[in-house]
């Protein structure tokens, strides 16, 4: 099975967290691929999936920033800001990148560890209760990072993600 022909939970997930703005509402931040990044701001994760040419789907700032992407493959992908506004920081001094996926009945433990060996740079998990099988990448903007930074880990994970796909249902058996 295509990763992108599952159908994607992020939207919901998203919806979930919290009162959505249009997308665009705080654009401000032009991307700059030198820029250094401390703390991620909407703006700033709206001016990154920009300049990957991906549309912002939805977007939220209660605190904590929130985006739902998609990329020009149609995958899905969430964006979420971490210890936001913390030690006196303002902004979010980390952000988790995933794509996730109703959890095929084909995933196992032992799949999933697998697609976690093969695929050491993204975390693959599920989640039975909810039903999900997903893929993470975590980033640390304490003391800086480049936009190009945080731009080649959303690439990762997008690249990434189909092949631990395949590996967690079995698909690549096929």
């Keep these: 099975m295509n990763c992108r022909k599952s159908r994607p939970l992020a939207l ?3 919806l979930a967290a919290s009162a ?4 665009g509402a ?11 990044i ?22 939220a700032d209660n605190g ?15 964006l979420d800001g971490t210890a936001c506004d913390a030690n006196g920081v303002p902004g ?15 995933v196992s433990y032992e799949s999933v560890s697998k697609a976690n060996l093969t695929q050491a740079a993204i975390k693959t998990w599920i989640d ?16 800086g990072i480049s936009m190009a930074n945080l731009r080649q880990n959303i690439i990762v994970l997008l690249d990434l993600a189909p092949r631990a796909y395949k590996t967690a249902t079995g698909a690549e058996e096929e």
């Design 38 to 59: 401390q703390s991620a701001h909407l703006d700033d994760l709206e001016a990154v999936v920009a300049s990957l040419g991906h549309e912002v789907v939805k977007a």
């Design 12 to 14: 919901a997930f998203a």
């Design 64 to 78: 904590s920033v929130s985006m739902l992407a998609k990329a020009d493959n149609d995958v899905v992908y969430i």
């Design 20 to 23: 959505l703005l249009p997308s």
């Design 128 to 143: 039975i209760p909810d039903k999900t099988l997903a893929f993470s990448r975590y980033v640390v903007l304490d003391n």
């Design 92 to 106: 979010c001094q980390g952000v988790l990148l995933q794509v996730r996926y109703d959890l095929p009945d084909s």
């Design 26 to 36: 705080s654009a401000q931040s032009v991307y700059s691929a030198d820029r250094i």
